[in-house]
């Protein structure tokens, strides 16, 4: 039962990361220990599975997918995302500075704990690390494309950023958001939802499918290159994590944003500038940012004409970086 318990508290983590756009669930899997032990276990809902269920029956099925642990850590995470709603974006709309250097914080550490997990560091490795880091902050400077309703683009966009919340650094939701498929999937999600709309519906069902494929599949190929290339791979997943970094910088100036009409649909409005922004927040109207612009405290207070936090800032920081050694060292001790 105590192990339990303790996935579930780590899968509640891994919920509450999801929440925060930027910050992936994998990398929470990752200082946790459980993130190979994760991916085996996704990779197993595969023809082994039947095989397994004709053989041995339900008791046999659920072990070859590990599904008290699987079980423990999905209800974890529900319970996270929960949390996360209602208390981190709370959080998020008073002291996103606060918050997001409590991440950064804890996303350099967790880089540091990976890249200590590589021992050996040959060309190989610094050379998967750049390729990781370089990816990774491309990612967070891509302007987002225009999306495609097309429903194979809909399957696609499923499998790829499914593939995302694998991969510690990287957000599932704002790959969506690069696809030009975040203000498409999510309005259309909670229609079919509340209303049963059956065009609705087919997306959904068509974007559950995508995430299906994605996860069977990119779940067995971060499995092959964990046994067969294991230091090269947790280099790239350094990589990932420090390229993430300029994604959580706390000080940013919203540049680019779609703004929700009463009809459920966005659009681009006409200036960008700060002062809009605070307006549009000001009026209720909903907005989705596109580009941020990081800036110094300093540059943040002269142009907001708000505090920079610094102080908390760092003291935050150091919070989410002390955290990631300490549950390092609570998930040594429960082995």
């Not at 974890?76 to 914080?105: K, N, S």
């Not at 967790?110 to 690390?129: D, K």
């Not at 612009?293 to 943040?300: E, L």
């Amino acid at each position: 039962m105590k192990i339990q318990i303790n996935t579930a508290l780590k899968g509640m983590a891994m919920g509450i990361a999801e929440v925060i756009p930027g910050v992936s669930g994998g990398t929470i899997a990752f200082i946790t220990g459980i993130y190979e032990k994760l991916i085996d276990s996704i990779k197993a809902f595969g023809p082994q599975l039947f095989t397994a269920l004709r053989e041995e029956g339900i008791t046999g099925a659920w072990k070859s997918i590990n599904g008290n642990f699987l079980l423990a850590l999905l209800l974890g995470m529900a319970f996270g995302i929960v949390v996360g709603v209602f208390g981190i974006t709370h959080l998020l709309e008073h002291y996103p500075i606060l918050l997001w250097a409590f991440f950064f914080g804890l996303i350099i550490a967790s880089a540091i704990y990976v890249a200590r997990q590589v021992g050996r560091w040959s060309f190989v490795e610094i050379l998967a690390l750049l390729v990781g880091a370089v990816f990774a902050y491309w990612i967070t400077i891509a302007i987002p494309a225009e999306g495609n309703t097309a429903l194979w683009f809909v399957f696609l966009s499923g499998a790829i950023a499914i593939s995302a919340l694998l991969l510690p650094g990287i957000s599932g939701s704002f790959i969506l958001l690069l696809m030009g498929m975040y203000t498409f999937i999510i309005p259309t999600i909670k229609t079919a939802l509340k209303t049963f709309d059956a065009q609705s519906l087919q997306v959904l069902v068509v974007f559950a499918l995508g995430c299906l494929l994605g996860l069977a599949t990119f779940s067995r190929v971060l499995s092959w290159t964990f046994k067969h290339f294991k230091t090269p791979t947790l280099a790239l997943l350094t990589g990932f994590m420090i390229g993430s970094l300029n994604k959580i910088w706390p000080w940013r100036i919203p540049e680019q944003w779609l703004e929700k009409t009463a009809s459920g649909e966005y659009f681009k409005p006409e200036i960008f500038t700060y002062q809009a922004y605070q307006s549009t927040l000001a009026a209720g109207n909903e907005v989705k940012l596109l580009v941020e612009n990081n800036v110094a405290p300093s540059a943040f207070s002269a142009i907001t004409g708000d505090g920079s936090y610094l102080l908390g800032a760092v003291i935050c920081a150091i919070l989410g970086f002390v955290l990631v050694f300490i549950m390092e060292r609570l998930s040594y001790v429960s082995k």
